[in-house]
């Protein structure tokens, strides 16, 4: 399988709409952690300032930001999805374990929709040694 059929691929018979729905939650995904990756490493003030609040050295904020664009271009190509999936997943679960010890509990909302949403994407297409 090659070309634009095994970036496609999802593991399954599913409908090809399906697919290509699947593939644009995975770059829009991508593209999100990428813009999230460029405010930590730009040095967005509002970041900085909040992982400070929370306890965090500055090395920690730029090793996450490093970690969300591994992540974010792992998710793309449908042969390594899962695996940046599960890593964007273990970002998501740091950030939300954050939110809800730091924060109130409604900036827990938005690490929780896009843990859901990796997950699910992660899931729908997972390496076939894992269906």
Same mark, same amino acid.
């Given at each position: 399988?090659?070309?634009?059929? %095994?970036?496609?691929? #999802? ?5 090809? &709409?399906? =697919? =290509?729905?699947?593939? #644009? !939650?995975? &770059? ?5 952690? =990428? ?12 970041? %900085? #300032? ?11 904020? $730029? @090793?996450? %930001? ?5 992540? @974010? =271009?792992?998710?793309?190509?449908? @042969?390594?999805?899962? !695996?940046?999936?599960?890593?964007? %997943?273990?970002? /998501? /679960? ?11 509990? #409604? @900036? ?7 843990? &859901?949403? &990796? ?11 894992? $269906?």
């Amino acid at each position: 399988m090659g070309g634009l059929s %095994a970036f496609l691929y #999802a593991g399954a018979d599913g409908d090809r &709409v399906w =697919l =290509l729905v699947g593939q #644009a !939650v995975r &770059v829009g995904l991508a593209v999100f952690f =990428l813009l999230l990756a460029w405010k930590n490493l730009s040095g967005d003030p509002q970041m %900085a #300032a909040d992982f400070e609040r929370w306890g965090y050295p500055a090395w920690f904020r $730029q @090793a996450t %930001a490093l970690a969300q664009v591994a992540g @974010a =271009l792992l998710l793309i190509p449908t @042969a390594t999805c899962f !695996v940046g999936g599960v890593g964007l %997943a273990m970002i /998501l /679960l740091g950030a939300l374990a954050t939110h809800l010890m730091h924060d109130p509990w #409604a @900036a827990s909302v938005s690490p929780a929709a896009f843990l &859901v949403l &990796v997950t699910l994407s992660s899931v729908w297409f997972r390496p076939p040694i894992l $269906q």
